[in-house]
C-alpha cells in the first residue's frame, strides 16, 4: 500500500495539469490498490451491485449511512469532477475547501467496491496540487486520520445530522491539514538539527577529510538517498577518475558511505 501511495502521488503531481475526469479517479483508484484486494477485478472500475453497497449502522440497527444506489453513480461521479475542476462561471471557493468538499462525497457516494478511504485521501492532494499548492504533497493526512478513526466518522455522521451542512466537517478536516502542517515543520526542524550536526562533527575533525569529501559529505547529509560515482564525482571537482575512487573509497572505509553495484 506504501508503494501504491508513492505511485498515486507521482501520478498526481502530473494528472493536476489537466481536469479531473472519471476515468482519472477510476485509474488513480486502481494504482491505490494494486495488488491489495482480495477480488483483483474490482480494482479500476465503479461498483455495480445494489447488495454489494455498503451501509454504516449504529447502535440497535439504526441506519447511519446508506450509499446512493449503483445506477446513480456514474452521473454522481461526472458531477463531482465537473465540480473539482470547477470554472469561470461558478463562484470562488478556496482549494482547500474545494479538496475538503471532493473528500467528503467520495466517502458518501462509496463509488468502489473496496479502496475507496484510499482514493479519498490520495484524491484529496489533486485540487490543491492543481491550484499550485506544491506543499501539500508532502503533507501526510493519512496518518492523523489512521490516529482518531472515531473523529473522522463523527465529521461524516454529523454533516448528515445537520441535512448536508459541510460546516462540522470542513472544520474537523481543515484541523487535520493544520496538525499535518505542523508535523511536516518538526519533521524538518529535527532534519536541520541533522545536518547541523553533521556539519559541526566534520568541522571538529581538521585534516581528516579533504575539500572535496567535505562536499560530498554535506552533500550526502542533505540528501540521504543520493548517489554518488567516481564519473559524477570527477565531474563535480575536476579530478582524475582515478583520484575520485580514492576519494569515495576513503569515505567508505570510515562508513560514512555505502557502495553498491549497479549494473555491470
Same mark, same amino acid.
Given at each position: 500500500?506504501?508503494? *501504491? *501511495? $508513492?505511485?498515486?502521488?507521482? #501520478?498526481?503531481?502530473?494528472?493536476? @495539469? *489537466? +481536469?479531473?475526469?472519471?476515468?482519472?479517479?477510476?485509474?488513480?483508484?486502481?494504482?491505490? !490498490?494494486? /495488488? %491489495?484486494?482480495?477480488?483483483?477485478?474490482?480494482?479500476?472500475?465503479?461498483?455495480?451491485?445494489?447488495?454489494?453497497?455498503?451501509?454504516?449502522?449504529?447502535?440497535?440497527?439504526?441506519?447511519?449511512?446508506? +450509499?446512493?444506489?449503483? *445506477?446513480?453513480?456514474?452521473?454522481?461521479?461526472?458531477?463531482?469532477?465537473?465540480?473539482?475542476?470547477?470554472?469561470?462561471? %461558478? +463562484? $470562488? &471557493?478556496?482549494?482547500?475547501?474545494?479538496?475538503?468538499?471532493?473528500?467528503? &462525497? &467520495?466517502?458518501?457516494?462509496?463509488?468502489?467496491?473496496? #479502496?475507496? #478511504?484510499?482514493?479519498?485521501?490520495?484524491?484529496?492532494?489533486?485540487?490543491?496540487?492543481?491550484? /499550485?499548492?506544491?506543499? %501539500?504533497?508532502? =503533507?501526510?493526512?493519512?496518518?492523523?486520520?489512521?490516529?482518531?478513526?472515531? @473523529?473522522?466518522?463523527?465529521?461524516?455522521? &454529523? !454533516?448528515?445530522?445537520?441535512?448536508?451542512?459541510? %460546516?462540522?466537517?470542513?472544520?474537523? @478536516?481543515?484541523?487535520?491539514?493544520?496538525?499535518?502542517?505542523?508535523? =511536516?515543520?518538526?519533521?524538518?526542524?529535527?532534519?536541520?538539527?541533522?545536518?547541523?550536526?553533521?556539519?559541526?562533527?566534520?568541522?571538529?575533525?581538521? /585534516?581528516?577529510?579533504?575539500?572535496?569529501?567535505?562536499?560530498? =559529505?554535506?552533500?550526502?547529509?542533505?540528501? +540521504?538517498?543520493?548517489?554518488? !560515482?567516481?564519473?559524477?564525482?570527477?565531474?563535480?571537482?575536476?579530478?582524475?577518475?582515478?583520484?575520485?575512487?580514492?576519494?569515495?573509497?576513503?569515505?567508505?572505509?570510515?562508513?560514512?558511505?555505502?557502495?553498491?553495484?549497479?549494473?555491470?
Amino acid at each position: 500500500m506504501i508503494l *501504491n *501511495n $508513492y505511485f498515486a502521488m507521482q #501520478g498526481i503531481r502530473e494528472l493536476a @495539469q *489537466n +481536469p479531473l475526469t472519471p476515468d482519472t479517479v477510476l485509474e488513480l483508484h486502481r494504482i491505490v !490498490t494494486d /495488488g %491489495t484486494l482480495e477480488h483483483p477485478e474490482y480494482a479500476g472500475r465503479l461498483q455495480d451491485r445494489d447488495d454489494q453497497r455498503v451501509s454504516v449502522w449504529g447502535d440497535g440497527d439504526q441506519l447511519l449511512h446508506r +450509499p446512493p444506489p449503483v *445506477n446513480e453513480l456514474p452521473a454522481r461521479l461526472e458531477r463531482l469532477c465537473a465540480f473539482a475542476n470547477g470554472s469561470d462561471d %461558478t +463562484p $470562488y &471557493m478556496p482549494a482547500v475547501v474545494r479538496a475538503i468538499v471532493v473528500h467528503f &462525497m &467520495m466517502g458518501y457516494d462509496h463509488y468502489c467496491e473496496e #479502496g475507496n #478511504g484510499r482514493t479519498v485521501r490520495a484524491l484529496f492532494y489533486w485540487p490543491m496540487l492543481r491550484e /499550485g499548492y506544491w506543499l %501539500t504533497e508532502y =503533507l501526510s493526512i493519512s496518518q492523523i486520520l489512521r490516529k482518531a478513526p472515531a @473523529q473522522y466518522a463523527r465529521a461524516f455522521l &454529523m !454533516t448528515e445530522d445537520e441535512g448536508g451542512d459541510l %460546516t462540522h466537517f470542513v472544520l474537523y @478536516q481543515l484541523g487535520v491539514i493544520r496538525r499535518a502542517i505542523d508535523d =511536516l515543520h518538526e519533521y524538518l526542524a529535527a532534519k536541520a538539527r541533522e545536518i547541523r550536526e553533521v556539519q559541526s562533527r566534520l568541522k571538529g575533525l581538521p /585534516g581528516e577529510f579533504n575539500h572535496r569529501q567535505l562536499a560530498v =559529505l554535506d552533500h550526502a547529509a542533505r540528501n +540521504p538517498t543520493a548517489v554518488h !560515482t567516481a564519473k559524477s564525482h570527477d565531474a563535480s571537482h575536476r579530478v582524475t577518475i582515478e583520484t575520485a575512487r580514492q576519494d569515495l573509497r576513503a569515505l567508505e572505509a570510515r562508513g560514512a558511505l555505502e557502495r553498491f553495484k549497479i549494473s555491470k
